[in-house]
């Protein structure tokens, strides 16, 4: 299943490290999103992007930034993380950002040591 | 109040019966629910979506909507070992953004 796909996989990075997360949608869908899964919590919507433009920053801290180029990649920028930022990020696309199912990356482990 | 709700479960049923997941939401305002499965360490996987009210059926699936109540479920028949998974409510708010339950754990024992 290669429609959304997700980079890396897994990461380990320290506090004071910069890393990105990389995704990029092989559907022509024009939103794309990225969500926050932490264990036995349901996921939390980060950032919405449609046609390139954010429409939807969800309180999330400066420490993560996103970056969309074109509508079919998607990055986030991390720096300065917490431990508590260890989660499972998942980026997701769409048709639209209304009425419109969302699918789905395999996801980044991010632990933050 | 969550804007998604779901009980967590686990939600056990033996296998061949019927798995019933439910779902409340608080907008009023919104048009289209989606329900995804998600394996353990793996990514959501849509399922089934709907927007109008009643039953739309997809294979042993069968997604309910009542806007007046709030309310979606998602009816899983004859249910397999290998639907043992977390099931995921979506809604679709006003404004764009696609608000996850928690999930139902299911367990489908042979």
């Known amino acids: 299943e290669t429609g959304v796909t997700q980079t890396p996989r897994h990461l380990v990075m320290g506090m004071t490290n910069k890393k990105s997360l990389k995704c990029e949608q092989h559907?022509?869908?024009?939103?794309m999103y990225w969500y926050k899964q932490s264990a036995k919590k349901p996921l939390e919507l980060m950032f919405v992007y449609n046609f390139k433009e954010q429409t939807e920053n969800n309180s999330v801290p400066s420490r993560f930034s996103p970056e969309c180029p074109n509508s079919s990649h998607l990055f986030l920028h991390l720096h300065t993380l917490q431990p508590e930022d260890s989660a499972l990020y998942l980026c997701?696309?769409?048709?639209?950002?209304?009425?419109?199912?969302?699918?789905f990356g395999q996801g980044t482990r991010l632990t933050v040591v | 109040q969550k804007e998604v709700e779901q009980n967590s479960g686990p939600l056990s049923v033996p296998e061949g019966a019927i798995a019933s997941l439910n779902c409340t939401y608080s907008d009023r305002g919104s048009q289209s629910f989606f329900w995804y499965r998600q394996y353990s360490g793996k990514s959501p996987e849509l399922i089934m979506f709907i927007y109008s009210n009643g039953d739309k059926e997809d294979g042993r699936f069968t997604a309910q909507l009542n806007k007046a109540s709030q309310y979606v479920s998602l009816l899983i028949r004859d249910s397999q070992p290998s639907d043992s998974a977390t099931y995921l409510c979506a809604v679709n708010v006003p404004g764009g953004k696609l608000i996850f339950g928690q999930g139902t754990e299911l367990s489908v024992k042979p």
């Open positions: 559907l022509g869908h024009n939103a």
């Open positions: 997701a696309s769409s048709q639209g950002v209304s009425y419109t199912e969302a699918f």
